[in-house]
């Protein structure tokens, strides 16, 4: 069984930043994309960036000036930090885990509430 789980999420004023990370663990056999995305209150679940393998990335376009994503492949963590956070960051967000065998693996989330 693969669990993933988020950490770093909090109360940010806006301009802050934050740096949110994801663990996969557990019977991974190798995982192949670990992606970010969120969802804030009464709107749908949006993708924000992802990474395979630790050698390709992919960011959305409305907040590639502010996020980034990083992984570290020996602990299959993957990062997003967010600078100059603004108010309409406030959301949760998932981390999804994608295995090697296609297994996708969603984390519980971890709220971001960016204050003005």
């Known amino acids: 069984q693969v669990h993933v789980v988020e950490s770093g999420g909090g109360v940010v004023h806006a301009g802050g930043s934050l740096r949110l990370a994801c663990t996969a663990s557990?019977?991974?056999?190798?995982?192949?994309?670990m992606a970010w995305y969120r969802q804030a209150p009464g709107k749908q679940r949006e993708w924000i960036a992802s990474?395979?393998?630790?050698?390709?990335?992919l960011i959305l376009d409305s907040v590639k000036d502010r996020f980034t994503i990083s992984r570290d492949n020996a602990k299959n963590t993957v990062y997003l930090q967010m600078d100059s956070a603004r108010p309409d960051d406030t959301a949760v967000y998932y981390c999804?885990?994608?295995?090697?065998?296609?297994?996708?693996?969603w984390g519980q989330g971890t709220q971001v509430t960016v204050s003005s």
């Open positions: 999804l885990a994608i295995m090697m065998d296609s297994r996708n693996v």
């Open positions: 990474d395979t393998l630790g050698t390709s990335s």
């Open positions: 557990g019977s991974i056999g190798g995982v192949r994309t």
